[in-house]
C-alpha cells in the first residue's frame, strides 16, 4: 500500500531561519496537499499540487513536487512564530477520495 | 462566513455509553468525512458520505455510525463496541465526492476522551 513518509518529524528553527520539510512516497503521488494543523485544532489548507515538477508559493511558504511525483517539499522562508505548528501532507490517486493518505505530519517551533 | 462547524470542542465518553458528535457545514458540499488522529498516527478515515443518504465505511469504521439525512449535516455516533475512543475527531467536506482537485475542508474538531 502507498504510504507518505514525512521529515523530519520536529523542527527547532530560530525566527528568521529558512526550513524545508519533505514529503516522499514510494509510489506516483496524484495530487499532493499541504494542510497546518495547530494544537487542537482543524486543518488549514495550504497549498495544492498536481503536476510533475510544480510549484506554488503563498507569502513565505513554498510547495514543489518533483518531476517523477513522489516527493513533495514545503519550503519556508524568514520563518516566523506564526509559522509554527503542525504541518501534514496528503496524497491520493485520481479520482477515489477514500484512498487519500496522509503522513504523520511535522512538528515546528520557531523561537523569537 | 461558510465553513464547517464541529461541537462539542471537548466531550467525555462513560463506559458503555453512545455519544454523538456533531457536524455542520454551510458550504453546499455533497462530500463529507470523518477522521481520528492519534498522537503518532495519520489521520485515517472512519466514514465518508458523497450524498444525501448514502455513506460508506472507511478504514476503521468498526465502533462507529453514521448518517447522512441532510446536505449539511454528518452526525459521527460513537458506539460503546469502540473500545478505544480517546482521539481527536476531525470532520471535513468537500464540493463533490468524485475527484481529486479538490481541497478538503476541515471543521475544528472534537477530543473525545473516556472517563
Known amino acids: 500500500s502507498q504510504e507518505l513518509e514525512q521529515s523530519p518529524q520536529s523542527l527547532i528553527v530560530q525566527e528568521g531561519k529558512n526550513l524545508t520539510i519533505n514529503c516522499t512516497s514510494s509510489k506516483t503521488l496524484y495530487g499532493l496537499y499541504w494542510y497546518k494543523q495547530k494544537y487542537g485544532e482543524g486543518l488549514i489548507f495550504l497549498m495544492m499540487l498536481q503536476k510533475g515538477g510544480e510549484e506554488k508559493s503563498h507569502e513565505k511558504i513554498t510547495a514543489k513536487l518533483d518531476e517523477k511525483k513522489q516527493q513533495s517539499s514545503l519550503h519556508i522562508t524568514a520563518s516566523q512564530p506564526s509559522h509554527a505548528g503542525i504541518y501534514l501532507c496528503g496524497a491520493g490517486p485520481a479520482g477515489n477520495n477514500r484512498k487519500l493518505i496522509w503522513g504523520l505530519g511535522t512538528s515546528l517551533a520557531v523561537n523569537p | 462566513d461558510g465553513g464547517i462547524t464541529q461541537s462539542p470542542k471537548y466531550l467525555f465518553r462513560k463506559e458503555g455509553q453512545n455519544v454523538t458528535l456533531s457536524c455542520e457545514q454551510n458550504l453546499n458540499h455533497d462530500a463529507m468525512y470523518w477522521y481520528r488522529q492519534d498522537p503518532g498516527q495519520g489521520l485515517r478515515l472512519i466514514y465518508y458520505s458523497q450524498i444525501v443518504n448514502d455513506f460508506q465505511k472507511g478504514d476503521i469504521a468498526e465502533g462507529y455510525s453514521v448518517s447522512r439525512e441532510k446536505k449539511e449535516s454528518f452526525p459521527l455516533t460513537v458506539t460503546s463496541a469502540q473500545k478505544n475512543p480517546t482521539a481527536f475527531y476531525l470532520c471535513?467536506?468537500?464540493?463533490?465526492?468524485?475527484?481529486?482537485?479538490?481541497?478538503?475542508?476541515f471543521g475544528s474538531g472534537t477530543q473525545l476522551s473516556v472517563l
Open positions: 471535513a467536506s468537500k464540493v463533490t465526492g468524485g475527484r481529486t482537485n479538490e481541497k478538503l475542508f
